[in-house]
């Protein structure tokens, strides 16, 4: 690379809602990929992997977790404004994430039950998608993320060009890597045909149904799996916690986990 | 390859069961890597073989819609199963191909050594006629139409196949009436039949090139008599009885150019998940996406080919979006290649009769009701 791009290295700023930071971590996680990305960007905020922190405006924002407060719905219009390219990483922020499941109780009532003093408690009712609250430019799925996609969406946006994060089901990744069909062979409860590939088909290829950790693939038919799913012996409950996972406020895990508490 | 122009004598031979052995340690002297079936992670699938003891000795399959499952037999048969998820697809159109690297450096960049073929000819033991069909569908395509795929031709050229012919079918296999099968009938070097009858275990086997006939030469062979042949023939025979499943072939290519609206596409897409595990376990789709992907620091790049799927939304990506955004609309389009224009194409069908789709489809659509419920209205 030239020293004079060098000079104009993209600004990055990395920016934590409600979440557990695993996402952030896939990002220290590379290890072989991050000198490569530390060269070719300026890391301006990040303050889970560094004390200095720049102001913006930035080039690109990653955001890691969901909105659940009203101080977050506040700070994420200002992240925004400060990004030119918004990118959301992880199920938390592209679905709501596991702590989406207060989103069917009563968080007054949870509120009541944990904090000894919940007059200080200040929180929303529903842990939402950071794309609900502000335009996002690339919603990157996983829980964790996959940090070869994280890397590879990076330099495609270096680049200027589409970043290759497949849309279709974990099954395709599952078959290109020769596994044998867990859910045919062995008659294990897989969401693989409804969740969206990017983990390297990681739990099939141990013996694991997939938890859909992805999110819903492109064209998801959850009401066919949902009978699948019953065919291997799966009951309603079973089948409703296997879609209320970290993607449960995904429009179409949430839709299927609704249905099956119905029938 | 088994030379499919060359006619040779075709000439039957007796081979212990204790001989395959040698007929193994006989092709990698030849210096091919063998590969045949082995058991792994509940299936009997493709592997690098070295020794008889790593072939499913004694296993069997049990094929349904959406099933599949391992059973002990009461013999030592070597081939006593039927198909299973993977087919020859896996290494002669691999599901990933680094088709080239480049670098830039000084402000020039240049293209990488790409070398991609593997080191030794594969010699492919245990092949079924269905299979040996598919190897004959993608020649057509990848091989011997207007454009050679040259990832295919590398792999391809100096094959060498040990048959094997079914005995037995599984519940999912209608090759009888897509013609293909039990009986192979080219396209091998050698092609075995195993006899398990009368307290005695050994192969029939059939000389399909000279190649074939060399390497049996090596091995304790003793020509057939009219009775080993009959005994053969009837076991063959046996596997073509068992088939529950089929497909009447006749006018199908226009039965399905005439029934685009018909309402049974809407039934199976309420099943179908457009998962594409049908696309990835047949042995005769071969289409794939390419994709460029580069570094951090865009000093290198790869262009990768990958397996794709008709029933994945960006294979019918077109500028300004997608052709086949309904799963009506792509299981109609994979089934109606597959099975018609497929002849319009490439003079043939595109379906061997092997039943991987219906085995490996999670919910269980099955292929042959499909046809069955469009040709009756």
Redesign the interface.
Known sequence: MSSEKKKSRPRIAVFKFASCDGCQLSLLDAEDELLAVVGAVEIAYFPEATRTMLKGPYDIGLVEGSVITHGDAERIQEVRRKCKTLITIGACATAGGIQALRNWKDVDEFIRVVYASPQYISTLKLSTPIAEHVPVDFELRGCPINKYQLVELISATLAGRKPNIPTYSVCIECKRKANVCIAVARGIACLGPVTQAGCGALCPSYDRGCYGCYGPMETPNTASLTDQLRILGQSNDQIQRAFRGFNAWAWQFRQASEECQRK | MADRNLVIERRHFVLPASEIGRLIAALARRDYEVHGPRV????I?YDHIESPKELPVGWTDEQEP????LKRRADDAFFGYVVG??SLK?YLHP??VRLLSAERKDGTFRILNNETAPKHPYAFLGVRACELAAVGAQDRVLLEDKYVDPVYKERRLGVFVVAVQCTQSAKTCFCVSMGTGPRARAGFDLALTELLGNGSHGFVVETGSERGAEVLAELQAAPATDADLHEAEAAVEGAARQQVRSIDTTGIKELLYQNFEHPRWDDVA????????CT??CPTCFCTTV?????????HAERWR??D?C????FSYIHGGNIRNS?KARYRQWMTHKLASWIDQFGGSGCVGCGRCI??C??GIDITEEVRAIREG
């Open positions: 792994r992670d509940g299936a699938v959406g099933r599949y499952g998820p993977q896996k599901a990933d309420r099943r179908c998940l457009t998962c594409a595990n990835m376990v994709e460029d992907v580069t570094d951090v620091t865009g000093d990958r397996w799927s029933f994945t939304l960006g799963s085995t490996w999670p919910p």
